[in-house]
């Protein structure tokens, strides 16, 4: 069975049904129509960024981490062993291992009530001594690399907890015009791309924008049954009627990037 978590002004609202949540991905799409280009969002019909809820203010963290060739191995062995140390001071979205896209890569997704939260758990993580040596002191020095960002969910953006494992994709598009312009061709395309990856057992796991770390930044996870299938089945969205959508959406892309994860047997996310 799929869940599906909403955030937005309303608050989080649960629909414990997969049939009834593509009810509601129908419903609330109303139609596939676009603004035209350079149409701001207020006369474009589509709900803009509002913060005016608790829910809303939700921030998750992603965090990437370059391991040196040598260590991946053990340092993958070593975090299947220990990481528990970690889980229990925050909430852990996923955690996965970048297989296409990526070498060498650990990417974490943390889930906070909003900076101050997050600022607490970081202080409680630097005075925890257990994690501290048993952990971070054995693993920190097999780190070529790392960086972090946080983000929040687009307001129109539905968490789907996926019911079966599978792989992972991580788009990142990095905008090239204001949120105004880009927010309303991105749901569409979204909207659209859901609907006919559905098929494919394509799910949409969330949508985030960038906060702090780059700028006017997109981040799509997705979950695909396999890489091979999902990868046939979103070239025929190339020939769908309505790619003008997905035409419009890249018209604003800047730069868009796709990582193919596995998820680690740390992450909530299988």
């Known amino acids: ?3 599906f978590v909403r955030y937005g002004i309303n608050g989080a609202m ?18 596939l129509s676009i603004p035209p280009l350079h149409t701001s969002i207020k006369n474009a019909d589509v709900t803009g960024l509002n913060l005016s809820s608790k829910e809303s203010q939700k921030i998750f963290e992603i965090r990437t981490y370059t391991v040196r060739p040598r260590d991946y191995k053990e340092y993958i062995k070593f975090t299947e062993d220990n ?10 979205f996923g955690f996965w291992i970048t297989e296409l896209g990526g070498l060498n890569e650990i ?10 939260h997050r600022a607490k758990v970081r202080d409680a993580l630097a005075k925890d001594v257990e994690w501290q040596n048993n952990y971070k ?19 129109w953006s539905l968490i789907t907890l996926p019911s079966k494992s599978g ?23 979204m909207e ?19 906060i702090f770390g780059p700028h006017n930044t997109v981040y799509a996870l997705w979950q695909h049954e396999n890489f091979d299938k999902f990868a046939f089945s ?7 009627p309505n790619r003008s959508i997905l035409h419009a959406f890249y018209h604003e892309v800047l730069t868009g990037y796709s990582k193919g994860l596995l998820p680690h047997k740390a992450s909530p996310l299988q």
């Open 107 to 116: 990417i974490h997704i943390w889930e906070y009530d909003n900076h101050e």
């Open 167 to 189: 792989v992972y994709e991580l788009q990142i598009f990095n905008m090239n015009s204001h949120t105004d312009i880009w927010d309303g061709r991105l749901k569409a395309a």
């Open 83 to 92: 990481f528990h140390l970690r889980i229990k001071h925050s909430k852990l």
């Open 234 to 240: 979103r070239l025929q969205l190339l020939s769908e």
């Open 14 to 31: 649960f629909l414990r049904n997969g049939c009834q949540g593509l009810k509601y991905l129908k419903s609330s799409s109303r139609n």
């Open 1 to 3: 069975m799929t869940y």
């Open 192 to 210: 659209l791309s859901s609907l006919k990856l559905k098929s494919a057992n394509s799910v949409l796991v969330a949508c985030f924008t960038s």
């Open 137 to 155: 002191d054995k693993v920190s020095p097999m780190w070529i690399n790392q960086t972090n960002a946080t983000m929040m969910l687009l307001p």
